[in-house]
């Protein structure tokens, strides 16, 4: 599978997040070769009470349930622009996905290094594959641009924010 193409094409998602002044994250959800969803961030922008649940994952995962196609949960691959949270990455093991893929680390927030075997059955017995860092630094730099904006709240002075400043 050509992990760049799909990442590509979720940095799509993140740019248009970004262009509409939200959070620059996006998601493409991939079976068998086919994008079958994708997710941008919402919620980041215009208030002071920011939506925490339309992650860009969870608006793909939104999708791919209402979708009316058919697909192998047991091939779909996730790629993400930044490293999915605990909110997220729980989702997605839920959906018996086999692969996340991920360009940027979210060192404040990010789930995938979770021991799953401290973890309940229903996400222990998960078997999930974890690739980081496919093209990084494009992603790092819509979040440089996003968190260098002085009018972008949301995480303004975190652990993130500073962290991708400091690149």
Same mark, same amino acid.
């Given at each position: ?29 991939? /079976?068998? +070769?086919? #994008?079958?969803? @994708? &997710?941008?961030? $919402? ?44 909110? /997220?990455? +729980?989702? #997605?093991?839920? @959906? &018996?996905?086999? $692969? ?55 995480? $303004? ?11």
């Amino acid at each position: 599978m050509n992990y760049d193409y799909f990442m590509e094409i979720a940095l799509s998602q993140a740019k248009e997040a970004l262009l509409a002044g939200e959070f620059p994250v996006g998601c493409v959800v991939v /079976c068998d +070769g086919n #994008i079958i969803a @994708t &997710g941008m961030r $919402k919620g980041t922008t215009g208030t002071d009470n920011p939506n925490e649940t339309d992650h860009a994952e969870m608006v793909a995962l939104k999708r791919l349930s209402e979708s009316e196609g058919t697909f192998d949960a047991k091939r779909i691959t996730v790629f993400s622009t930044l490293e999915p949270c605990l909110m /997220c990455f +729980g989702a #997605i093991l839920l @959906t &018996g996905a086999e $692969k996340i893929v991920y360009a940027y680390e979210d060192v404040m927030g990010g789930g995938t290094s979770c021991d799953l075997t401290k973890l309940p059955p229903l996400y222990r017995n998960c078997n999930i594959s974890i690739v980081s860092g496919v093209m990084r630094q494009k992603s790092i730099k819509l979040f440089k641009e996003y968190f260098a904006d002085f009018t972008n709240n949301y995480l $303004k002075g975190t652990l993130l924010a500073e962290y991708t400043l400091g690149i």
